[in-house]
Structure formats: C-alpha cells, structure tokens
T-cell receptor
Framework: KAGVTQTPRYLIKTRGQQVTLSCSPISGHRSVSWYQQTPGQGLQFLFEYFSETQRNKGNFPGRFSGRQFSNSRSEMNVSTLELGDSALYLC??????????????FGEGSRLTVL | AQSVTQLGSHVSVSEGALVLLRCNYSSSVPPYLFWYVQYPNQGLQLLLKYTSAATLVKGINGFEAEFKKSETSFHLTKPSAHMSDAAEYFCAVSAVTSHGNAGNNRKLIWGLGTSLAVNP
C-alpha cells in the first residue's frame, strides 16, 4: 500500500510569491491534515479536511489556505510568502477524522525556503 | 485547557542504556495519548497509542509507555537503546473539545518534541 506522497519535496521561493503544495493520502483515507514544522515552534496544526470539507483549522493567517478534492488529494496554498514561512510542511492522512483517531500517517514533507 | 509538556528537548544516552522520554499532559477528560517518532528527513511515524484500555502500552521497535492518571504522565521507555533510535520523539494528546450527535469532537495537541541522541 503506497504511503502519503507530498510534492514537491523541496522548493525555494522569494518573499511575496505564492506556493502550492500537494498531498496524496493513503488509498482509502478520507482525512488529510496539514502541519507546519519549525525548529522553535514544533508542529503547528494548519487545517484538516475530511471528505472535501474543512473540519478543523489552526491559528494561521488567511494567507494559508487549503482544499481537498473528491479523490481525497489535498493542496495547501500560501500566498504573499514571508521569511517566517520557511518550514517543513507535513501532510498526514487517516481513515477517520485525524484528531478523533490520533492515528496519522505522515508524508515526508515539503521543505519550503523563502528568501 | 489541554496541553502537552515534554520534559527535556534533548536527551542523550549510551547504546544499551535505558531510554526514558518524559511526557506530561493536562486534560479535563480522559485523553487518548500517542507517541510519534521522526527520523531525519522523514515524516512522523506512530510508535504507540493509549486509548483507555491497558495502561501499559507496547509499541514498535521495543518501545513502551505507561499511562499514569494520578501523575498525568505518559512517559516513553525502551530498556536498551540502539543507535538506530536516534530521532525526534513527539508526544501528543487527543482531547475532547465538544460533544455532538455523531460523537465527540477531538483536537490533537502536540508536545514540542525531544531529540534523542544515542552515543556508541
């Protein structure tokens, strides 16, 4: 069974640009969660989608958005990039709502560097 | 408010020594508790979970954790460390935030992580 796939794995952007990250969950999983990981802040929850609906949202500005498609694949978008957005963005899938089960399957992440 | 505290952001042990990574939580209702591991340049992987069954939980790679309600703790242990155990370890709690007709709504709260180094 294929794991969670995130693309791209690495990317470099400049301030003011926007970026779109993609996540393909494990086949059959309907929930996708996104996290931002930085050395000082640890794992910060961005949002969770379940069956194309955003079920939970973290405390991030509106520049951070996401969506989920009917095949459960998800994308997140960050507009007007800032230096502080440099981080590892992790996607996790689960069969039920992620927070309810706690059993998340993570991808390897997309490492974003903003210059 | 629910929270998770991992005591010690860095822990260093010798190969073959006991591994003890500490996690304390605060939750007003019985929580679900989890330990995840992150190896370098990889995503997180579930090590073990507690969901109100046996208080001593065994996970993968020889790790186990004990839920102690009186101490609000869920410490992770392994009797003998291997070099391959060097990684970042995260404790998480899934706490109920609201009750609905379809069941409880939960929120995952993460600790800041503990970096484990294993010395030869």
């Amino acid at each position: 069974k294929a794991g969670v796939t995130q693309t791209p794995r690495y990317l470099i952007k400049t301030r003011g640009q926007q970026v779109t990250l993609s996540c393909s969950p494990i086949s059959g999983h309907r929930s996708v969660s996104w996290y931002q990981q930085t050395p000082g802040q640890g794992l910060q929850f961005l949002f969770e989608y379940f069956s194309e609906t955003q079920r939970n949202k973290g405390n991030f500005p509106g520049r951070f958005s996401g969506r989920q498609f009917s095949n459960s694949r998800s994308e997140m978008n960050v507009s007007t990039l800032e230096l502080g957005d440099s981080a590892l963005y992790l996607c996790a899938s689960s069969s039920g709502q992620g927070a309810n089960t706690g059993e998340l399957f993570f991808g390897e992440g997309s490492r974003l560097t903003v210059l | 408010a629910q929270s998770v505290t991992q005591l010690g952001s860095h822990v260093s042990v010798s190969e073959g020594a006991l591994v003890l990574l500490r996690c304390n939580y605060s939750s007003s209702v019985p929580p679900y508790l989890f330990w995840y591991v992150q190896y370098p340049n990889q995503g997180l992987q579930l090590l073990l979970k507690y969901t109100s069954a046996a208080t001593l939980v065994k996970g993968i790679n020889g790790f186990e954790a004990e839920f102690k309600k009186s101490e609000t703790s869920f410490h992770l242990t392994k009797p003998s460390a291997h070099m391959s155990d060097a990684a970042e370890y995260f404790c998480a709690v899934s706490a109920v935030t609201s009750h609905g007709n379809a069941g409880n709504n939960r929120k995952l709260i993460w600790g800041l992580g503990t970096s484990l180094a294993v010395n030869p």
